[in-house]
């Protein structure tokens, strides 16, 4: 135990030192103060003020306190924390070039969380990346994916049909499988798929350690990833050793899978066919194939969280406010009847429908501070100095629930998304899909995805309060996932098809 303290007693000093030699540059550099906000302790900096299980509140505080730029510090790490999406496009895009990188955190690694494309650097790499999404699910490429869309959204209501208790579960699996067809071409089984239950726990390791404070934690001490087992509070490193083994597995064996079907000739149109194919003969294979399994992960990760989590709080959101279901459901008869199920060319007969789905966006974004953006050069905005390698977040909650642009920004209210006859408003609320270069480009796919998905259970069932023992509806309190990310982890209703007859095309096929 002595030697712990001794290592501790040694990072703590390590911290003093590197505090001191950033005042020290800093003052010799610039003048100019840095953005406003919380006064830091020693060492720990703000770590001790920030609410950890949802970090958005807190910052949102400080915003409303210090104004719509605040600097903090946790530990030896710079934080900038953009509160308005005004202050967001202005560094974040119109400055993209400075604002474009990631933070670099030493511990990815350890997690196995590396490879993934959007916490790589800015720079050739990532470009490479960036370039096989784009090629995939830019907004003129997803329309080749509509037919598996809208078959998955059918399995949907099937099994919501069978089974409607496993809600949150079947959702899971709609996002899993729809994804994991999108880009490998991999059937996934309709429960308990081993490898989409190996994924799952990999993200839940990458989540974990990408939450503000354990980040800072984990960045200032990587040792905590090497103690011995018998230390108190090394629940982490089983997590990263756990997280790490998955995220292998992730990895190849979808990638494997999909290689054998293009080389047996019996692969349908998926991102990883596609990207072998135009990458034939260009350039380092090798480098190329890397780039190809680790963009292929991201947007497997990356399209089951969103997805499974946006239509988590779309559910919450029907059962708590019938009127809007009512009203939307209203849309979808009139536009469909009753006798089929929505398709991709009724979206632009359901404007109500669509402002369902900005508001779900609104009202609860799934990553209400998205991931940090870094400064590669020191930077100078409305008078205050901003460090080169300071951590920049979007607080995307503030920006959602901006009282100015959004009164009542807790009730959830489509209609703010509407004009005065009945047309949608020029806001789209995509915050949560992030500014700039880095926003995701995978967010057509998930807005295509999030409303056939919608479209489809709304025509079939209406979401309703839970009964209690004596016929009397209940409120639902749902618990909440903390960390980075925002979506009910369970949910309690009752769902009740809306016809007594199936609709003609709620089939398998």
Not at 403 to 431: M, N, Q, S, V
Not at 446 to 472: C, Q, R, T, Y
């Amino acid at each position: 135990m002595t030697a712990f303290l001794s290592i501790i007693l040694s990072g703590l000093f390590a911290l003093l030192l590197v505090t001191w030699l950033t005042k020290k540059r800093r003052s010799i550099s610039v003048r100019l103060p840095l953005p406003p906000g919380p006064k830091p302790l020693p060492v720990l900096g703000n770590l001790l003020d920030i609410n950890r299980s949802e970090p958005w509140l807190t910052f949102t505080q400080w915003g409303s306190h210090y104004g719509d730029i605040v600097y903090c510090r946790l530990l030896n790490r710079e934080i900038i924390i953009i509160q308005s999406e005004s202050v967001a496009k202005t560094l974040l895009e119109r400055r993209s070039s400075n604002y474009s990188d990631r933070p670099r955190i030493s511990t990815s690694e350890a997690f196995g969380s590396a490879f993934i494309s959007a916490q790589l650097g800015y720079g050739s790499i990532w470009r490479l990346h960036r370039r096989l999404f784009h090629q995939s699910f830019r907004m003129d490429a997803i329309h080749q994916y509509r037919p598996l869309q809208l078959r998955k959204a059918r399995q949907l209501c099937l099994e919501i049909r069978d089974t409607p208790a496993d809600l949150l579960s079947l959702l899971q699996t709609f996002s899993a499988s729809l994804i994991m067809s999108a880009v490998y071409d991999y059937e996934a089984a309709p429960r308990h798929d081993p490898l989409i239950s190996t994924a799952e726990k990999a993200i839940d390791g990458f989540i974990k350690a990408a939450a503000p404070h354990t980040a800072a934690i984990l960045n200032a001490f990587p040792f905590l990833l090497r103690l011995p087992d018998w230390v108190p509070g090394t629940s982490i490193k089983r997590l990263a050793l756990q997280s790490q083994k998955c995220a292998i597995e992730m990895i190849e064996v979808p990638f494997q899978y999909a290689q054998e079907r293009i080389t047996k000739g019996v692969s349908a149109k998926c991102m990883v066919a596609d990207s072998l194919n135009r990458l034939e003969g260009q350039g380092d294979k090798n480098q190329q194939e890397v780039a190809l399994k680790a963009s292929a992960a991201t947007a497997f990760i990356a399209g089951v969280e969103t997805t499974t989590s946006t239509l988590t709080v779309f559910a919450l959101a029907m059962i708590n406010y019938p009127h809007v279901q009512e009203r939307v459901q209203a849309e979808i008869d009139a536009v469909i009847g009753s006798d089929r199920l929505p398709s991709f060319e009724d979206r632009a007969s359901l404007p109500y429908l669509e402002a369902v789905l900005r508001e779900t966006l609104r009202w609860n974004p799934v990553f209400p501070v998205g991931l940090p953006h870094a400064t590669t050069h020191d930077d100078i905005y409305d008078g205050y100095y901003i460090p080169k390698g300071a951590y920049v977040i979007a607080n995307v909650w503030a920006m959602t629930h901006n009282e100015t642009k959004y009164p009542d920004p807790y009730d959830f209210r489509p209609e703010r998304f509407l004009t005065a006859d009945g047309g949608l408003t020029d806001d789209t609320a995509t915050y949560g899909f992030g500014f700039g270069r880095r926003a995701c480009v995978g967010r057509y796919f998930a807005s295509s995805s999030l409303w056939i998905a919608m479209a489809s259970m709304l025509a079939n069932f209406k979401f309703m309060k839970p009964v209690d023992e004596h016929g009397n509806e209940t409120e639902v309190n749902a618990e909440w996932t903390t960390g980075i990310m925002s979506h009910p982890t369970s949910l309690s209703c009752r769902i009740v098809a809306r016809f007594n007859h199936a609709r003609e095309d709620m089939t398998e096929s």
